[in-house]
C-alpha cells in the first residue's frame, strides 16, 4: 500500500475504485497527447481499467518524484471518489499545480517559516490589542509535548507542524482561543496547497472518502487528502472555459476569478470606468458594511443601458460566485453591449490582475505568473506522456 494509505483504508479506498465503474475513463490516444489537427479524426477512446489509469498518471509524473505508485495510487482515488475522468490532460493539470506548489512534497517545509510565524503572531496581537510581552510570555508555557509553544514555533519547518503547535495553544491555553478566536491562522496545507477553509466546505457538501480520525484539517496535511481537496478545487466545478490556464488562475484566486475578471473588462469598456480586473464582483462579509464595491458601482452607471434596475443588478451579481452567473440578464446584456461598442467579441475569460499577497511570499508575484507557470508545467507533462506513448511503457 502506498505511503500515505493505510491498511485500514483499504475498504475506503475498495469503494473508490467500485465508484470508479460508473464513470466514463480516460483515453490514451497518441493524437491527443502530441496535439493533432483539428481535420483529422480521432479513434474512438480506449476505456482504461483503474489499474492502467493508475500507471498513466505514474508515468506523467515528473521524473524525479518518489514513491510514484503511492501518489498515482492517490491521485486515481481522487478522480474516481470525485467522478472526474482521469484523462491526460486533467491529470497533467493536477500534476501542473502539484509540482508547482511542493514538487511532491506531502507536507513540503516553508523557509524561514519560524521567522514568518512570529511575524504573523506580533501583528495578530496588533489586531486584537494584546501586547506582545503578554503573548510571549504565555507561548513560554509547557506545550502538551512539553516543550513550550515558543520552542516549537522556533523548530517548525513544515505548515503542519506549525497548525499542530497552533491547535496545542488554542485548544490548552485560556489566551489562545482569545488571541486567534478559536481560528487556527494556518490556512493552507498538502501537496497542493489547498485552503482547508476550502476542503471543510466541499467535505461538508460531499462524502469524503476516506475514514477521518480526528479532523478535515488534518486530512488536507496527509497526501491522500491533500490531493483529494486540491483535486476538488482544481477540477471539480463546472466552467465554460476553452483553456485549463483560466482554471490555474482559479485555483490561486478564487472560482469563476478568471471569468468575473473577463466581465469587469466587458463593464470597463462599456462604462469607461476603469477597473481592477481581480475576479471581485461584490463585497463580502466586514466588506460589505463600507457599501458596494468598485465594479457594483460601475455597472449601476449602466442600469439604465442594461434596463435592470439597481436591485435586480445586485441579485444577478450575487450569483457571481457560480456558473449560474452566466446565464443572468445582466451578464448578457453587459457582454452584448461591450461585443457591441468594441466591434468584435470581448473575451469571456481573463486571467486576473493580482498580487499574490502572503506572507510565505517573498516576490513580486502575480496570479498571471502563477497561471502561466503552472500551464507550462502542464505542456511538460503532456510532452512526457507523448514520448512515453511513442517509445512504447
Not at 137 to 156: M, W
Not at 232 to 238: G, I, K, N, R, S
Not at 328 to 336: D, Q, S
Request: glycine share 6%; net charge positive.
Amino acid at each position: 500500500m502506498p505511503a500515505s494509505t493505510t491498511i485500514n483504508d483499504r475498504d475506503a479506498l475498495n469503494r473508490v475504485y467500485r465508484r470508479s465503474g460508473a464513470i466514463a475513463l480516460a483515453t490514451l490516444c497518441v493524437a491527443v497527447l502530441a496535439g493533432c489537427p483539428s481535420d483529422h479524426r480521432v479513434a474512438a477512446p480506449v476505456p482504461l481499467s483503474p489499474a492502467q489509469a493508475r500507471a498513466l498518471i505514474s508515468r506523467l509524473l515528473p521524473p524525479s518524484t518518489g514513491d510514484r505508485s503511492g501518489w498515482a495510487t492517490d491521485i486515481y482515488a481522487a478522480f474516481a471518489a470525485l467522478q472526474i475522468a482521469p484523462t491526460p490532460e486533467n491529470i497533467c493539470a493536477v500534476v501542473a499545480v502539484t509540482e508547482q506548489e511542493s514538487s511532491f512534497r506531502t507536507d513540503p517545509p516553508v523557509p524561514q517559516l519560524a521567522a514568518i510565524a512570529w511575524k504573523e503572531i506580533d501583528k495578530q496581537g496588533k489586531r486584537v490589542h494584546v501586547p506582545r510581552l503578554v503573548v510571549r510570555t504565555a507561548l513560554r508555557l509547557p506545550s502538551s509535548n512539553g516543550k513550550s509553544y515558543s520552542q516549537r514555533i522556533d523548530a517548525v519547518k513544515t505548515e503542519r507542524e506549525l497548525s499542530e503547535n497552533f491547535e496545542d495553544f488554542i485548544g490548552r491555553v485560556p489566551m489562545g482561543k482569545r488571541f486567534f478566536a478559536e481560528r487556527n491562522p494556518v490556512r493552507t496545507g498538502g501537496p497542493m496547497q489547498v485552503g482547508i477553509a476550502f476542503a471543510e466546505a466541499h467535505a461538508a457538501a460531499k462524502t469524503y472518502p476516506y475514514p477521518v480520525p480526528d479532523t478535515i484539517r488534518h486530512e488536507v496535511f496527509t497526501r491522500r487528502g491533500g490531493m483529494y481537496f486540491g483535486i476538488a478545487h482544481l477540477l471539480d466545478y463546472p466552467t465554460s472555459y476553452d483553456k485549463l490556464l483560466y482554471r490555474f488562475a482559479d485555483f490561486n484566486a478564487g472560482h469563476y476569478a478568471s471569468r468575473n475578471a473577463a466581465f469587469q473588462n466587458a463593464v470597463s469598456i462599456v462604462s469607461g470606468i476603469p477597473l481592477d480586473l481581480d475576479g471581485d464582483l461584490m463585497r463580502y462579509g466586514k466588506d460589505a458594511r463600507r457599501g458596494p464595491g468598485s465594479t457594483e458601482v460601475a455597472t449601476r452607471t449602466l442600469a439604465k443601458r442594461l434596463e435592470m434596475s439597481v436591485a435586480a443588478i445586485r441579485r444577478d451579481l450575487q450569483r457571481g460566485e457560480t456558473l449560474a452567473f452566466e446565464r443572468t440578464a445582466l451578464y448578457k446584456r453587459v457582454f452584448a453591449l461591450a461585443d457591441k461598442v468594441h466591434r468584435a467579441q470581448v473575451a469571456r475569460a481573463v486571467v486576473p490582475r493580482i498580487r499574490l499577497q502572503s506572507a510565505k511570499i517573498t516576490r513580486r508575484l502575480t496570479t498571471e505568473w502563477f497561471a502561466n507557470r503552472v500551464d507550462e508545467r502542464r505542456k511538460r507533462c503532456l510532452l512526457r506522456g507523448s514520448s512515453t506513448t511513442e517509445e512504447g511503457p
